[in-house]
């Protein structure tokens, strides 16, 4: 089966209240410390740690220089830094990329808007499309090109990490890449009329923080099939949007008071809850562990596997 589909879409799961597992508690190893609070946190192509702040760039814990107030992280194949930022000219606001190893801006004129990074890869909204930023290595330089990653309506799009949000006369529609070169659409009748106010995608997770006509504020997390429209709904009181997935197939989530760890496939069991042992802004998998932002400072977590006593279900 394809991303974009003809025929209508399944109906959409009702949203149902997530149950309480049970819970756990978490290591939490000090991996290294900025001079601001962390914004991102990537993994390079050696499995390091890379992670960005509003003032600096940083390598395994080394800040290497100087960052434009929010621009993105992003690198090429061999690891080498850019940094993509938005600059407004004449014709508007523009997608500029920096090297700063390379005391130069790329040859990359790009009339774009919102940007985000997942796995790596940079996106930008451009007129009636989101591209997709590739990185490639030139000898000692590092050259970019852009693609076409997903198709939009302009003035009804709004790009979130890692997930393109779409109302079409009514009829809400979310984009994602769940791994680079690859975009999936996806109908979700649940959404339509609710406000989508921030999102983040990981793998084929899906996690929204809306807000209902009338109603509270909510979180909703979507599980959806790899290979079909099939997905499942969960809720909750949250607004936090962080996700990530392990490449031995786990999801990791902010829950209301603690970390969700779960199958990333639609309908699957077997949930458990995590306490993080303090605050977490930012998850991320680098080298296969999990790792989390809070404030300066990012931590390596791990499971103690030491049960602790469930709150009880509202």
């Keep these: 089966a394809g991303d974009h589909r003809d025929a209508p879409p399944p109906a959409a799961p009702a949203p149902r209240a997530r149950s309480r597992p049970k819970t756990s508690g978490a290591r939490r190893l000090e991996l290294a410390e900025a001079a601001s609070t962390v914004r991102q946190l990537l993994e390079g192509p050696a499995g390091e740690l890379w992670f960005l702040t509003d003032e600096g760039y940083y390598r395994e814990g080394k800040r290497l220089g100087d960052a434009p ?5 992003v690198l090429s194949p061999s690891g080498r830094p850019l940094l993509a930022t938005t600059v407004q000219e004449e014709s508007g606001l523009r ?3 920096l090297d700063p190893q390379g005391g130069r801006a790329l040859d990359l004129s790009l009339a774009a808007g919102p940007r985000c990074v997942v796995d790596g890869q940079l996106y930008a909204l451009h007129h009636r499309e989101v591209m997709a930023i590739r990185l490639h290595d030139l000898g000692s330089h590092v050259v970019a090109s852009a693609t076409t990653a997903l198709r939009v309506v302009p003035h009804a799009t709004q790009l979130h990490d890692g997930v393109v949000v779409q109302s079409v006369l009514g ?3 979310l984009g994602w890449f769940p791994r680079p070169g690859r975009t999936r659409l996806l109908r979700v009748r649940a959404l339509d ?6 999102a983040a995608a990981a793998g084929d997770v899906l996690v929204l923080h809306v807000r209902p006509p009338g109603g509270e504020s909510e979180r909703w997390r979507l599980r959806v099939d790899p290979s079909r429209d099939d997905f ?4 909750d009181a949250g607004s936090e949007v962080a996700v990530t997935v ?3 197939g786990i999801a990791v989530s ?5 970390l969700e760890v779960f ?3 639609p309908h699957a069991a077997a949930h458990r809850r995590v306490e993080a042992g303090g605050p977490v802004e930012r998850l991320a998998t680098v080298a296969g562990k999990v790792l989390c932002a809070a404030g300066r400072r990012v931590y390596r977590l791990q499971s103690d596997g030491q049960p602790r006593q469930s709150l009880p279900t509202p």
Excluded at 69 to 73: F, T, Y
């Design 246 to 248: 392990l490449p031995k």
């Design 95 to 97: 997608l500029r990329l």
């Design 254 to 258: 902010l829950g209301e008071d603690a």
């Design 193 to 198: 009329g609710v406000r989508v106010v921030d």
């Design 232 to 235: 499942d709904l969960e809720r």
């Design 69 to 73: 107030p929010g621009a993105n992280l």
């Design 263 to 265: 199958p990333p496939l």
């Design 171 to 173: 009829a809400t529609y």
